[in-house]
């Protein structure tokens, strides 16, 4: 089936840290690939994208390249504020039925 | 372009009661999506709609849940009876086509149902 396996949390970090949050799926086909993000008492939304191969979507200093050998669709910033601090959700689109599917979410804490 | 709008923001109420969720989407999506969030989780799909049919509702637990988007643009979606572990964040989305779906959905706020 298609899944998405995201790094469990919560992970916590102090400002200007580097983040990663990994990301794999599995998937037949060419999936799209998202990172959703949702801050505190916030709706989700749509951070960064990729729909295919080698794309690297960013947005707001975050990162994440589409690596179909590996399957993975990790999320980095270099240096992470307080702000930053939320939920994090890889998310794909099958490329056969266009249904949005999740991982689990990772939240992130980042201190002063 | 406005969101898309959802009511109410959160809801309490009894186990065994019903309730009822509004969606309006951004105008001009033609698809519809609910989701639930249950804390901890992420969010799973409970019904896509395309206009005013229903594509997908799979995953709907059709003994309690129902949902229906009459005229093609908002939609509402119904528990009845509640049970404890309908507790959730319960989401609408929408997409302007599925076909540009890899574009990504625009959620709503959700609406936050805690059951008691």
């Known amino acids: 089936g298609n899944s998405v396996t995201q790094m469990e949390g919560p992970v916590t970090l102090s400002e200007e840290a580097f983040l990663t949050i990994n990301c794999t799926y599995t998937?037949?086909?060419?999936?799209?690939l998202f990172w959703y993000v949702q801050y505190p008492g916030e709706g989700l939304q749509l951070l960064l994208k990729a729909t295919k191969a080698d794309d690297k979507g960013s947005n707001k200093g975050f990162e994440a390249t589409y690596r179909k050998e590996t399957t993975s669709f990790h999320l980095e910033k270099g240096s992470v504020q307080v702000s930053d601090s939320a939920v994090y959700f890889c998310?794909?689109?099958?490329?056969?039925?266009?249904?949005?599917?999740f991982g689990a979410g990772t939240t992130v804490t980042v201190r002063a | 372009e406005a969101g898309v709008a959802q009511s109410p923001r959160y809801k309490i109420i009894e186990k065994r009661q019903s309730v009822a969720f509004w969606c309006n989407p951004i105008?001009?999506?033609?698809?519809l999506y609910w989701y639930q969030q249950i804390l901890g989780q992420g969010p799973k799909l409970l019904i896509q709609?395309?206009?005013?049919?229903?594509?997908?509702d799979s995953q709907l637990p059709k003994d309690r849940f129902s949902a229906e988007r009459l005229k093609g643009v908002d939609s509402t979606l119904k528990i009845q009876p509640a049970k404890l572990e309908d507790s959730a964040v319960y989401l609408c989305?929408?997409?302007?086509?599925?076909?540009?779906?890899?574009?990504?959905?625009?959620f709503g706020s959700g609406t936050r149902l805690t059951v008691v």
């Open positions: 998310a794909l689109i099958r490329s056969n039925d266009y249904k949005l599917s």
């Open positions: 709609f395309q206009n005013n049919g229903v594509v997908d």
């Open positions: 998937a037949t086909g060419y999936p799209s």
């Open positions: 989305a929408s997409s302007l086509d599925p076909l540009k779906a890899n574009y990504g959905y625009t």
């Open positions: 105008s001009g999506h033609a698809t």
